[in-house]
Structure formats: structure tokens, C-alpha cells
């Protein structure tokens, strides 16, 4: 039971242009999304988050936006830089900060050609 | 401040073996949450220990157990490896503190190799 999907296993991009980078869930009782970026032989760094009561966060050249009729979340990346080469994962929680436990998708390795 | 640190980094083991890996938590800390990576998979949520308790297991067998100390390091132990019990094993470290939802650290990772 996939709770958390990332349908798009690979993603490339030319340096400069917007990645955009999507994620879709099925439990309505998610309350916090987040992305992590990961480098290979390292352990996934925090990117980015949102409250399920926002559809939008910003950070940088990073922004999050939450669907949450559609239960779809996207990153957005502009501009994309070689050094954003990595892979992401979605990630989810359910119940406030009573446990933090997070619930993956299975990563979007994105390539961003010079 | 010093970060999540796991040992050991690589850890080969055959199957039936148990296996101990270690999580030095981010100072400020007092939950630590394991998690199972697949090769091609996301991280998969194991248990989490706050305050020497466990808070809150996922879908896995009993015989992963698991550990925190006062200092809020933990273990994770693993009996009668099987094969597919080869991934990268994930430590992450937060804070739980009310209803506020603080980011998970996440530490490099063990890589347990079971044949």
C-alpha cells in the first residue's frame, strides 16, 4: 500500500530552467509534507516543508505547493543548478508532532545537465 | 553542534547472523526514528524511540528490536538476518516537543550486505 507516490522515477533538466518535480498521496490524514534531497553515500538532507493548512511555501529557489482536493504536491526548483543533481523524496506525516514519523515515496532522481 | 552519526558505515553479515547498529543522536535531541532503505525504494519507517520508550512501530517483524539510552543514543537489532534484509539502514534525529512537527536529521546510514 503506497501511501506516498512518486511516479516519475527520473527527471532531466538544462541548467537554468525550472525542475518541477511531483508527488501524489492517498491518506487525507497527512498534516505535513516535506521534501529531502539525497547524494549518493549520504543520508537524505531536509529541503523544504509545508503545513497541510498552506498550499504554499517558499524558500529560496525552492517552493512546495500542496493540492490537497487533489492530494498532489510539487517542488519546484527555478533555476536549476548541476549542484541540485540528486535524488528527492517526498515525504509525509500524520498526527501532528505526536510521533514524526514519515512516510516516502519512492524518489525522483533528477539530472540537471550543464 | 555535532550531527547524526551511525556506525558501523558497511557491515557484512550472513543469514541467521544478528546484527547491532549504532545512532549517536544531534545534540538537543530526544527521539530517534530508524528507518529500512531498499535498493530503488524510499525509506521505510521501522520504529522510533522517545525517551527510552518505543513511540511508535511500522511494519516489521519482531525480531527488529530496538534501543535508546539516556543520552538518547540508540541501537537497532536485527535477529535471524535473512537476504532481504539488505539495505541502508537510516538514523534520524528530532526533537518532540507538543503538537509542532520539527524536521528529522538524518544520519550517512548503515549498509548491511546479508548472504
Known amino acids: 500500500d503506497q501511501q506516498v507516490k512518486q511516479n516519475s522515477p527520473s527527471l532531466s533538466v538544462q541548467e537554468g530552467r525550472i525542475s518541477i518535480l511531483n508527488c501524489d498521496y492517498t491518506?487525507?490524514?497527512?498534516?505535513?509534507f516535506l521534501w529531502y534531497k539525497k547524494y549518493p553515500a549520504e543520508g537524505p538532507t531536509f529541503l523544504i516543508s509545508i503545513s497541510s493548512i498552506k498550499d504554499k511555501n517558499e524558500d529560496g529557489r525552492f517552493t512546495v505547493f500542496l493540492n490537497k482536493s487533489a492530494k498532489h504536491l510539487s517542488l519546484h526548483i527555478v533555476p536549476s543548478q548541476p549542484g541540485d543533481s540528486a535524488v528527492y523524496f517526498c515525504a509525509a506525516s500524520a498526527g501532528g508532532g505526536a510521533t514524526n514519523k514519515l512516510i516516502f515515496g519512492t524518489g525522483t532522481l533528477l539530472a540537471v545537465q550543464p | 553542534e555535532t550531527g547524526v552519526t551511525q556506525s558501523p558505515t558497511h557491515l557484512i553479515k550472513t543469514r541467521g547472523q544478528q546484527v547491532t547498529l549504532r545512532c549517536s543522536s544531534q545534540s538537543g535531541h530526544n527521539t530517534v526514528s530508524w528507518y529500512q532503505q531498499a535498493l530503488g525504494q524510499g525509506p521505510q519507517f521501522i520504529f522510533q524511540?522517545?525517551?527510552?520508550?518505543?513511540?511508535g512501530r511500522g511494519n516489521f517483524p519482531p525480531r527488529f528490536s530496538g534501543l535508546q539510552f539516556p543520552n538518547y543514543s540508540s541501537e537497532l537489532n536485527v535477529n535471524a538476518l535473512e537476504l532481504d534484509d539488505s539495505a541502508l539502514y537510516l538514523c534520524a534525529s528530532s526533537l518532540l516537543a507538543g503538537i509542532t512537527y520539527n524536521e528529522q536529521f538524518f544520519g550517512p546510514g548503515t549498509r548491511l550486505t546479508v548472504l
Open positions: 524511540y522517545y525517551r527510552e520508550e518505543e513511540n
Open positions: 491518506n487525507s490524514m497527512f498534516d505535513y
